[in-house]
Nanobody, 125 residues
Framework: QVHLVESGGGLVQVGGSLRLSCAASGGSFSRYFMGWFRQTPGKERDFVASISRDGSSTYSTDSVTGRFTISRDNATNTLYLQMNSLKPEDTANYSC??????????????????WGRGPPVPVSS
């Protein structure tokens, strides 16, 4: 079972950048398909981006394509989300997630078995 801990959240201004990290432990990180989701109060988690086990394939929702980049370092068991050109509507709690399966269709929270707590990323205008 993999344990996920995010870091790097915090207040950022509109147009700014932030990089989130997700450190994995307790399992073979390279065996997991990974994703990032975000959630605002009273709403369900929304898919942000995902990445294949070897990092060769990435997927993202349209609203962040071209602004956010997902990547992973299997040598250090770390997942990243580089967020650029941030907008007020990007304000949310961001969580990393893992699944032993995975693929381009894995855009629902129910597809992932393991979750981090999700630091807040408030974007100030």
């Amino acid at each position: 079972q993999v344990h996920l801990v995010e870091s790097g959240g915090g207040l950022v201004q509109v147009g700014g950048s932030l990089r989130l990290s997700c450190a994995a432990s307790g399992g073979s990180f390279s065996r997991y398909f990974m994703g990032w989701f975000r959630q605002t109060p009273g709403k369900e988690r929304d898919f942000v981006a995902s990445i294949s086990r070897d990092g060769s394939s990435t997927y993202s929702t349209d609203s962040v394509t071209g602004r956010f980049t997902i990547s992973r370092d299997n040598a250090t068991n770390t997942l990243y989300l580089q967020m650029n050109s941030l907008k007020p509507e990007d304000t949310a709690n961001y969580s990393c997630a893992a699944t032993r399966d995975g693929g381009s269709s894995y855009i629902r929270s129910r597809h992932y078995a393991y979750w981090g707590r999700g630091p807040p990323v408030p974007v100030s205008s």
